[in-house]
């Protein structure tokens, strides 16, 4: 656990306490984890993916249906530890076979867009005289 400390002077350490990190929230992600597998037939597979400083996404494919869900979490090592962690959850890459599997939903395709989805017009490509 990392810990902050305050000084009074450069040579005086006065306060040590203790700094919340995502290692806290641990139980949270096992849980919905658990959850979605319990919803998918009881196993899925995760594929670890940082994602820079916001983390690693373990994206997750369910085994019924290959639906698709994701959680992020703070580093690989906690990535690991959440998969070693649970039940019926492997590790993989994104293969083949694991593409062709996932199954995603248009309301998943919506979400994704963002605004784009609602969108009835959409504005001219700028580079248009030059293609």
Known sequence: ??????????????????????DTDIKGVVGSIKGFIGREGGSAKAVLQPIGAAGVRITLVGADGGILGDRVVAD????QAVVAEIDGLE??????????????????????????????????????AIL
Do not use: C
């Open 1 to 22: 656990m990392l810990t902050v400390m305050s000084e009074q002077s450069e040579s005086e350490i006065t306060d040590v306490s203790p700094v919340p990190t995502a």
């Open 76 to 79: 690989l090592s906690t990535a």
């Open 91 to 128: 590790t993989a890459e994104w293969d083949r076979d694991l593409t062709s599997a996932a199954n995603v939903s248009p309301s998943h395709y919506r979400k994704m867009a963002g605004w784009v989805a609602r969108q009835k017009r959409f504005p001219k490509a700028r580079n248009r």
